[in-house]
Antibody
């Protein structure tokens, strides 16, 4: 059973870079044909897809965030990561890492990141 | 970008009712649509993939239909555990997008 776990700072200052890591257990991140995604959800609001990385390393990003987002993978650690630069209060949200090929059938539990000075 | 519009935003219903949630895409997405259920404080759970395929372990009272730009999720015989928020998601393009959600409340 694949499990995903987000980790990273819960508080980030405005204008800084938000960095999160997703650790995958129960399977190799480099096996199979899967997309590894980041999705976020502000409190009381809906889901917003941030971007994804394929097992080959190719990436796709939400056009509205593309200029600030980088997703990378470290197969040696079975992890993938999110960097979101120049954050503002609008980036405060629960951030989920997830796996799927199109539809998403495995999700992390989510981690709250607050942007505040 | 493909925009996804769900309706209604809120739906009040009783245990045993049959309810339908609609999702409309701004352009054709073939059958590349998924439905999720989310409860407070929890990650979303996949219910339906490829518009009408039931995810393993999901009760058969959940069903999905549609193709192109119009899709629906139907729950037949609402159970107390079904009161939650539901989201559609398209994965037709290189950029995913979600509907704004439908909150299913107890009447």
């Amino acid at each position: 059973q694949v499990q995903l776990q987000e980790s990273g700072p819960g508080l980030v200052k405005p204008s800084q870079t938000l960095s999160l890591t997703c650790t995958v257990s129960g399977g190799s991140i480099s096996s199979g044909s899967y997309y590894w995604s980041w999705i976020r959800q502000p409190a009381g609001k809906g889901l917003e897809w941030i971007g994804r990385i394929y097992t080959s390393g190719s990436t796709n990003y939400n056009p509205s965030l593309k200029s600030r987002v980088t997703i990378s993978v470290d197969t040696s650690k079975n992890q993938f990561s999110l960097n979101l630069s120049s954050v503002t209060a609008a980036d405060t949200a629960v951030y989920y890492c997830a796996r799927g090929y199109g539809s998403i059938n495995y999700w992390g539990q989510g981690t709250l990141v607050t942007v505040s000075s | 970008d493909i925009q996804m519009t769900q309706s209604p935003s809120t739906l009040s219903a009783s245990v045993g009712d049959r309810v339908t949630i609609t999702c409309r895409a701004s352009q054709s997405i073939s059958s590349w649509l998924a439905w999720y259920q989310q409860k407070p404080g929890k990650a979303p759970k996949l219910l339906i993939y490829k518009a009408s395929s039931l995810e393993s372990g999901v009760p058969s009272r959940f069903s999905g239909s549609g193709s192109g730009t119009e899709f629906s999720l139907t729950i037949s015989g609402l159970q107390p555990d079904d009161f939650a928020t539901y989201y559609c998601q398209q994965h037709n393009s290189y950029s995913y997008s979600f509907g704004q959600g439908t909150k299913l409340e107890i009447k």
